[in-house]
């Protein structure tokens, strides 16, 4: 089961809307809608930010949101904030002996 | 206040063996799946294994499969991952996280494994 793709880096300046893609097969992203995205910073332990594709946690800044189309999936963070400088992983349920895939993880950088 | 605590990781030769422990309070442990997922030093994350609520189904990533048993201890709110035939790729902080859905809502602070001679 190899990872799911991510971009290495995203920036964004202050204010502005940033989009993270995470792409996989029909194994995995495409083939269920249990794509969850995680935020992480430095030398902490990931966060939940989506799961089930779009649904937010109880206290998750409406700011985060997610989507899918066929094999890619998308967090978009509208309104950058500081404290939105993290790394990003999304992760899915697969079919697969291994029933969980993440993404290879995206930089996000506020200008 | 639910919380998640990791122990028992350090330094082992390769070909050794390490017991990680997971401490879980402020929730009903013995009805969630938990995970155990690691991270390389400066890499991604990744699923390591998973168990369901009484301990009677296990998955695991192929890298670990034969060398790594998960478990679980309801009466002591306790999750376990038995590591042996440690390699130097296993080398990660691991951390254990409840299922939530199909997905990881509360995670511990992490354990550090190194494997090295």
């Known amino acids: 089961q190899s990872a799911l793709t991510q971009p290495a880096s995203v920036s964004g300046s202050p204010g502005q809307p940033i989009a993270i893609s995470c792409t996989g097969t029909?194994?995995?992203?495409?083939?269920?809608?249990?794509v969850s995205w995680y935020q992480q910073h430095p030398g902490k332990a990931p966060k939940l930010m989506i799961y089930?594709?779009?649904n937010r946690p109880s206290g998750v800044s409406n700011r985060f949101s997610g989507s899918k189309s066929g094999n890619t999936a998308s967090l978009t963070i509208s309104g950058l904030q500081a404290e939105d400088e993290a790394d990003y992983y999304c992760?899915?349920?697969?079919?697969?002996?291994?029933?969980?895939?993440f993404g290879t993880g995206t930089k996000v950088t506020v200008l | 206040e639910v919380q998640l605590v990791e122990s028992g990781g350090g330094l082992v030769q390769p070909g050794g063996s390490l017991r990680l422990s997971c401490a879980a309070s402020?929730?009903?442990?013995?009805?969630?799946?938990m995970s155990w997922v690691r991270q390389a030093p400066g890499k991604g994350l990744e699923w390591v294994a998973n168990?369901?609520?009484?301990?009677?189904?296990?998955y695991y990533v192929d890298s670990v499969k034969g060398r790594f048993t998960i478990s679980r201890d309801n009466a002591k709110n306790s999750l376990y991952l038995h590591m042996n035939s440690l390699r130097a790729e296993d080398t990660a902080v691991y951390y254990c996280?409840?299922?939530?859905?199909?997905?990881?809502?509360?995670w511990g602070q992490g354990t550090l494994v190194t494997v090295s001679s």
């Open positions: 996280a409840r299922a939530f859905f199909r997905s990881f809502d509360y």
């Open positions: 402020g929730f009903s442990f013995s009805t969630d799946w």
């Open positions: 168990l369901n609520e009484d301990g009677s189904k296990k």
């Open positions: 029909s194994n995995d992203v495409g083939g269920y809608n249990y």
């Open positions: 089930d594709v779009s």
């Open positions: 992760s899915s349920y697969t079919s697969s002996s291994t029933p969980y895939v």
